[in-house]
């Protein structure tokens, strides 16, 4: 039983690199699926322009 990975053998080393990669693996595997389950073909907005807007750094109100 080792407590540090400084003392741990090789064998260990490499059962903790499988398990990560198993790991990456799996979050990518889920990662990719859910976004390919989405349904992407109407995500455009368009968003039209308003009337002209003055901002000024003064809290002044502004007479016309």
């Known amino acids: ?7 741990a053998d090789r064998a ?3 059962k903790i690199i499988m398990v990560a990669l198993v790991a990456g693996a799996a979050v ?16 455009a907005h368009v ?9 000024t750094s003064s809290d002044s109100s502004m007479i016309r």
């Open 1 to 7: 039983m080792n407590h540090s990975i400084h003392s």
């Open 12 to 14: 260990t080393h490499l």
């Open 28 to 43: 990518a595997a889920f990662g990719i699926s859910a976004r390919s389950n989405a349904d992407y073909s109407q995500t």
């Open 47 to 55: 968003i039209k322009a308003g009337k002209p807007v003055v901002i």
